[in-house]
């Protein structure tokens, strides 16, 4: 079976400071994976997607980079945190589609880390 | 105006009762899902939709393509079904709504 990790689930940080959230996936090969931001009282918004190693797709322009080291491994940072960061991150991933196929049943959620950065 | 708006935003309901959450969308999409986040904060994916209807349990989802449209029923509604329940749409890349908080009473 396939399955989400994400850590740490809480990170207290102040203003200024570098950080890293660490997601890694098992139980497949090749997923796309992404990151998605809460903030209170907001929606999802996604942050960055990624197809396969090295390969990474910002959606909003932000201090946050995104990194994918490994087939399964998708690493967020930041170099100096401000206070609009803090939120909920959530890592998903899905299966690969080939083309010409349909869309997987499901987008997977890690179980998220709560940032607040004060 | 968001690309995906749901309603309603809050909802109480006795145990027992049938819900309905609705989503309309704005943007073409490739397939609709309704997601269920707990207040830890935990996201679960229920449905994914690209036409009619699916049913799980007491959960029961539709989307007509046409009118951009899908519902979220719940049948027998229980306290644990007490969790905020997000539609998002899209494919390779998500629109999400702001989520709709529900809370069953015993």
């Known amino acids: 079976s396939q399955t989400i990790h994400q850590w740490p689930a809480t990170l207290v940080q102040p203003v200024g400071s570098p950080l890293s959230l660490e997601c890694t996936v098992e139980?497949?090969?090749?997923?796309?994976l992404y990151w998605y931001r809460q903030a209170a009282g907001r929606g999802l918004q996604l942050l960055f997607y990624?197809?396969?190693?090295?390969?990474i797709s910002s959606e909003v322009p932000q201090n946050l980079s995104a990194s994918r080291p490994q087939d399964r491994q998708f690493i967020l940072s930041s170099k100096k945190l401000l206070l609009s960061d803090s939120g909920f991150y959530l890592c998903?991933?899905?299966?690969?589609?080939?083309?010409?196929?349909?869309?997987?049943?499901?987008?997977?959620f890690g179980p998220g880390t709560r940032l607040t950065v004060l | 105006k968001n690309e995906v708006e749901q309603s309603p935003q809050n909802l109480t309901a006795q145990e027992g009762e049938f819900i309905t959450i609705n989503c309309s969308y704005s943007?073409?999409?490739?397939?609709l899902h309704w997601l269920q986040q707990h207040p830890g904060g935990g996201i679960v994916s229920l449905f994914m939709?690209?036409?009619g209807k699916k049913k799980h349990g007491r959960l029961i989802a539709t989307i007509n393509i046409q009118e951009k449209h899908s519902s979220l029923h719940i049948t027998a509604s229980h306290p644990r079904d007490s969790a905020v329940y997000i539609c998002?749409?899209?494919?390779?890349?998500?629109?999400f709504g702001t989520g709709t908080s529900l809370t069953v009473i015993p």
């Open positions: 998002a749409v899209g494919g390779n890349q998500f629109y």
């Open positions: 139980g497949t090969s090749n997923p796309n």
């Open positions: 943007v073409g999409i490739s397939a």
């Open positions: 998903a991933w899905d299966p690969i589609r080939l083309a010409g196929m349909a869309p997987s049943d499901e987008q997977f």
């Open positions: 939709l690209s036409s």
């Open positions: 990624s197809v396969g190693i090295g390969q």
